[in-house]
């Protein structure tokens, strides 16, 4: 847990950390630092939540010390300049001055924390929002410079929370120092932090979640509904109907104490693994609602079971708690365990008990965090990929995707600020939202679902999810003729993207650059970045400003400011209308479309419509091309496993470059033989290319040979389709732009 720090700086000028008496500096990344001061030299080397991953420091190489006499020294990374003096106190402003670049000129950093102008992160949810709020802090600000105080927190001794044990160690900072390089800020979060995880697949599809207590017939023939109205389904979510509501005894929530419950409600449910089956023969997934702030109680039908396995035997009624390694094993043997033998794919932790559990029992981590970071250890069995729904608990979190939002209500003015929030989250560390889609609760309003799902087509994953209101229903086909066209438009739309949205996600996982991000990540030279809080990046290729007011006339038309960056041009997805950088716009569209841009010159990676997005077979790639501004050669990684298992981190999957390049009127698509294997993986594909930009009459080859050109009405351009072929085998089309 502690290691001494007793030597002389002298003997440890070459390593990496530097040790000065009861001082150490540890220099993480290039723009990574952490100060410790510990009054007998003894220092943390254990893990916490936020400072889970130890093995990343910075090679000494990389690290040059020069004593400058009076015991200062000058110490230098690749990015910073840091001065140094061993006065034997702590680090403070007085003894340490670190010295980076902003906007061309340099700065002076020290550990005294005020800070000023942050651009935003997560909040832990919209329970009750009604409007905008102010957000937390993220990683990224206007300064160039961000801190974390990890001193007050848990360590993790042997994998459990555990208290800091002394009370020599007074100081542990950790101090992000990037000036503008922003994507050093949130790579250094993954350094100390660990990277964000891949998810399954299916958690990025499409899923539908209802308070309502459905039966089983009415779950399947909501997933008929799906099929039969022409909308995609990944994902069906059981509420809190799925148990019994019997319980006598306990503390509940909001004057219910059947909000906790892990006993199948057999009235609604006769043969629960019946419907699991029945939802798994349909290609959909099940998770179920879970609030666990009593445990088990006496009502259970695995409740003798679970206090014999804890040894109880006084007839007291167990609490939950947390900060007991096994109470936590028991519970999730007798109270989960079951429905996951039935085949439930995993849980949804509806954590809503701040006020009543706050902190861990003896510890100062709180609850959510900690039982996150439980429930998503467990989830990982059977060589899965953990999966985690809950709501956002603080640093480190993102390492337990997916986080929802909570019960937002449905207006306008919130549909706004989810934008906003979205797009900041990854900044403070939530990669992945799901949002209620429509809003929790508030009077149905369909042009405003429609809008809602719009943007939701371009977050983490397109949930739906409504109170137990019987006027709301987030089913897309109900909300009247031209409501349920406009979002049937969206849901075959996300489930076209889902390679490029996959591959986004894996790009997520190596770099911390998150799937929805602000336009300063990308393009922060350009001062308009700053002001653009209803449009964002979704992955390297699409620009959306969804819209959040409503609209006019008989087309509900309505407007979104959009600011196209400069360098780049932009074709609007809908009617592939090209916008040059460098200029602002209001865009209006009908209530069929929304402001959604592909930057030229890359290849978007789609597939063809599929009811079943996140597990269907990609076995025709769809790849749409825009011309670039100028002469251009940019290669995207389509991305591809099999889409649970934790075989991504043994290296197995498989990438493919698909490489775009231009050159005066000439233009080149190239997809790359793959790279890597795993199991299932389609071995023949066939490839369909949309090209906008192609002028009539232009000829196109394929593989040197001449191909046929066709126009599609659907996708509004013309297009060459390829015949199937080997992965392994390169295709190259040429031509006219």
């Known amino acids: 847990m502690m290691s001494s720090g007793l030597m002389a700086f002298a003997d440890t000028a070459a390593s990496n950390p530097l040790v000065f008496g009861n001082n150490r500096l540890s220099i993480i990344t290039p723009t990574l630092l952490r100060l410790e001061y510990a009054t007998d030299a003894r220092f943390i080397d254990a893990p916490t939540l936020f400072a889970y991953d130890r093995s990343s420091m910075l090679s000494p190489s990389d690290i040059s010390v020069r004593e400058l006499g009076d015991n200062c020294y000058e110490i230098t990374t690749p990015a910073l300049r840091i001065w140094y003096k061993h006065d034997g106190f702590p680090f ?4 340490l001055h670190v010295f980076y670049t902003l906007d061309g000129k340099e700065k002076k950093f020290t550990n005294r924390f005020l800070p000023k102008n942050n651009l935003g992160g997560p909040v832990e949810t919209l329970d009750r929002v009604t409007k905008e709020i102010p957000m937390n802090d993220g990683i990224l600000s206007k300064d160039g410079w961000y801190m974390i105080d990890d001193e007050r927190t848990d360590l993790l001794v042997n994998g459990w929370i555990s208290p800091r044990d002394t009370e020599s160690h007074i100081q542990d900072q950790y101090c992000f120092v990037y000036g503008n390089d922003y994507k050093a800020a949130l790579s250094s979060l993954g350094a100390i932090s660990g990277k964000v995880p891949m998810t399954r697949k299916y958690i990025h599809g499409v899923w539908y979640c209802r308070y309502w207590d459905y039966t089983s017939d009415e779950f399947l023939d909501i997933i008929r509904g799906y099929d039969k109205n022409d909308f995609p389904l990944d994902n069906i979510v059981f509420d809190m109907g799925w148990h019994t509501n019997d319980a006598t005894v306990g503390t509940g929530h909001n004057g219910h104490l059947n909000w906790n419950g892990y006993t199948w409600n057999r009235e609604l449910i006769p043969d629960p693994k019946a419907l699991i089956d029945s939802c798994h023969a349909r290609g959909v997934t099940v998770s179920l609602n879970d609030h666990p702030h009593d445990g088990m109680r006496p009502h259970e039908e695995h409740y003798p079971a679970f206090i014999k396995a804890l040894g109880v035997t006084d007839g007291t009624v167990p609490l939950f708690n947390t900060a007991d390694s096994n109470y936590m094993a028991k519970f999730f043997d007798y109270a989960h365990r079951p429905s996951e033998d039935m085949g439930v794919d995993f849980w949804w932790l509806d954590w809503q008990q ?18 996150n970071e439980l429930y998503y250890r467990d989830s990982q069995r059977n060589g899965k990929r953990g999966a985690g729904y809950s709501r956002w608990a603080g640093w480190g979190d993102h390492r337990h995707p997916i986080q929802f939002s909570g019960d937002a209500q449905a207006n306008w003015e919130l549909l706004a600020f989810e934008v906003k929030l979205t797009a900041c989250s990854g900044q403070g560390g939530c990669y992945y939202w799901a949002h209620d889609i429509g809003g929790f609760r508030g009077d149905p309003n369909p042009e405003l679902t429609v809008r809602w799902t719009q943007f939701g087509a371009l977050s983490a994953a397109l949930r739906v999810h409504s109170t137990k209101d019987k006027r ?21 739309m996300r489930s076209e993207m ?6 986004s996600v894996w790009q997520t996982h190596n770099t911390m650059v998150p799937l929805n991000r602000s336009m300063f990540i990308d393009y922060g030279d350009q001062k308009e970045s700053f002001s653009q809080p209803q449009q964002f990046t979704f992955g390297d290729i699409l620009l959306a400003a969804p819209i959040s007011t409503p609209g006019s006339g008989a087309d509900k038309t309505a407007a979104q400011k959009v600011w196209f960056p400069k360098g780049e041009v932009w074709y609007d997805y809908f009617t592939h209308e090209r916008k040059d950088g460098g200029q602002t716009a209001q865009i209006e569209k ?5 402001p959604l841009y592909v930057r030229g ?36 990684s389509l991305y591809e496993d099999d889409g649970i298992s934790l075989d991504y981190q043994k290296g197995i999957y498989s990438t493919t470059a698909l490489r775009y390049t231009q050159k005066g009127n000439r233009a080149c698509v190239t997809v790359a033989p793959a790279e890597g294997s795993y199991p299932g993986q389609t071995m023949r594909r066939s490839y369909r290319l949309q090209l906008p930009g192609l002028k009539d009459g232009a000829k196109v080859t394929v593989n040197g040979k001449k191909a046929k050109v066709e126009y599609d009405e659907a996708a509004g351009c013309p297009v060459v389709r390829v015949a199937s072929t080997p992965v392994n085998k390169p295709v190259t089309i040429e031509y006219n732009i």
């Open 92 to 95: 403070s402003t007085s003894n």
């Open 354 to 371: 701040n006020y009543l559990y706050p902190h861990v029992r003896g510890h100062h981590s709180t609850t959510l965090a900690w039982i």
């Open 472 to 492: 709301l229903d987030r089913r897309p086909w109900i909300s009247g003729d031209r409501e349920t066209k406009a979002m049937r438009k969206m849901y075959h």
């Open 498 to 503: 889902m390679p490029y949205i996959y591959s």
């Open 590 to 594: 009908p209530l069929e479309e929304f």
């Open 601 to 636: 010159g890359w290849i978007l990676p789609m597939q063809p419509y599929t009811p079943r997005p996140a597990t269907a077979a990609l076995e025709t790639l769809v790849m749409r091309v825009y011309p670039a501004a100028k002469d251009a050669d940019n290669v995207f």
